[in-house]
C-alpha cells in the first residue's frame, strides 16, 4: 500500500532542504556530501539525484543546468516550512493549545538556564507587541 501523500518534507527531504537553506545553489554532488559528513546519511549518486528530482517536482526545489551538472536551490522558505510543521503539531497533538505546546517542551526538554532566560525574554517580547 502506497504511503499518503504529506504536506510537509519528509524527514530526508527536510535535511537536503536544511543543507541548500544554508548554502545554495548546490550540485548534486556537494548535496551528496553534506548529507554525508553533517546528517551521517551516506548515499549513493543515484539515490540523492532521485530525491532532489522528486523535490523539484514537489515545489521545494528549483533546479539549474550549468554546463553538465544541475544546481539546486530551495524554492520554498525556511521559516514556511517550519511554521507549518509546528502548525500541524500543534493541531494534531496539542488541540491547538499553543500553551500546552510550550508546557510540554519545558517539562521533556532538557533546558539549560540560558534557555530558560531566552524563552522568558521571547515571552515578554510578545506581551508588549500584543499591547500596542
Known amino acids: ?5 504529506s504536506n510537509y518534507p519528509t524527514e530526508l527531504e527536510l535535511e537536503i532542504l536544511k ?10 554532488r556537494d548535496v551528496r556530501a553534506r548529507l554525508a559528513q553533517q546528517a551521517g546519511r551516506p548515499l549513493s549518486h543515484s539515490s540523492v539525484i532521485t530525491m532532489l528530482n522528486i523535490m523539484v517536482r ?13 544546481l539546486f536551490t530551495p ?7 517550519s511554521g507549518g510543521i509546528v502548525g500541524d503539531l500543534l493541531a494534531r497533538v496539542f488541540d491547538g493549545s499553543p500553551s500546552a505546546m510550550v ?3 519545558i517539562e521533556t526538554a532538557d533546558l539549560d538556564a540560558d534557555e530558560v532566560a531566552e524563552l ?3 515571552i515578554a517580547r510578545k506581551t ?5
Open 120 to 122: 522568558r525574554r521571547l
Open 19 to 28: 543543507i541548500l537553506w544554508d548554502t545554495s545553489p548546490l550540485p548534486v
Open 128 to 132: 508588549k507587541e500584543q499591547q500596542k
Open 103 to 105: 508546557l510540554n517542551l
Open 58 to 70: 514537489k515545489g521545494y526545489l528549483r533546479r539549474k543546468k550549468d554546463g553538465k551538472a544541475f
Open 75 to 81: 524554492q520554498v522558505e525556511r521559516q514556511s516550512v
Open 1 to 5: 500500500m502506497a504511503r499518503s501523500g
